[in-house]
């Protein structure tokens, strides 16, 4: 059971991906949370506040996936378990995956917002140290690290837009068997 504040980051969420940001108004996520307008003022000084811990959640959740992987016994192990990590974050967690990935109201608060640029740079980078690990290893082709975690996190990003738009249907063993073999894929042309 959700506390209050869990409540409201809640229904805000979902408001936001259905509404976008210019959508959201603390009545609409008043209603769905349950309470009244003014219960989310004890909470959040205001609707930008609101956007912003939505976001800050999104990020921490994510990295709550990714930086485990970091306890791989090698560089290919912490790529792999990354790999493994977005599926499951966005297979676990797709209301949020939906918004730090999908939406480009997000986007653009990101470019506005410091704090959550930080957050949204930190996760780039564990990906970008990973490539970095992994070629310094001999395990990649010697390339640009940046490029490289780029073309990883575009194929899983791409794979998961697929997936979210129906344009290919399956149960979650089946698809996670093609997103292992996609990732794969790419590994081996990428591979020293």
Not at 25 to 37: E, F, Y
Not at 45 to 72: C, N, W
Not at 125 to 153: H, R, T, W, Y
Not at 171 to 178: D, H, L, V
């Amino acid at each position: 059971m959700l506390d209050t504040k869990g409540k409201i980051l809640s229904a805000a969420c979902d408001i936001y991906l259905e509404h976008g940001s210019k959508g959201m108004s603390m009545r609409k996520v008043a209603s769905k949370a349950g309470i009244t307008p003014t219960a989310i003022y004890r909470h959040y000084d205001s609707k930008e506040a609101l956007h912003h811990q939505v976001l800050m959640d999104g990020f921490r959740k994510f990295g709550s996936y990714l930086y485990p992987t970091i306890a791989g016994a090698s560089p290919l192990e912490q790529l792999n378990q990354a790999a493994d990590a977005f599926f499951r974050f966005a297979t676990e967690q797709t209301r949020y995956y939906e918004l730090l990935f999908l939406t480009m109201d997000s986007t653009n608060e990101i470019k506005v917002d410091k704090v959550l640029q930080r957050e949204a740079l930190a996760t780039y980078q564990f990906i970008i140290n990973s490539v970095k690990a992994c070629m310094s290893a001999g395990i990649l082709k010697d390339d640009n690290p940046e490029e490289v975690a780029m073309l990883l996190l575009s194929a899983c990003n791409g794979f998961f837009g697929l997936y979210v738009s129906k344009k290919f249907e399956g149960t979650q063993q089946e698809m996670k068997a093609k997103y292992d073999r996609i990732y794969q894929r790419i590994l081996r042309g990428l591979a020293a």
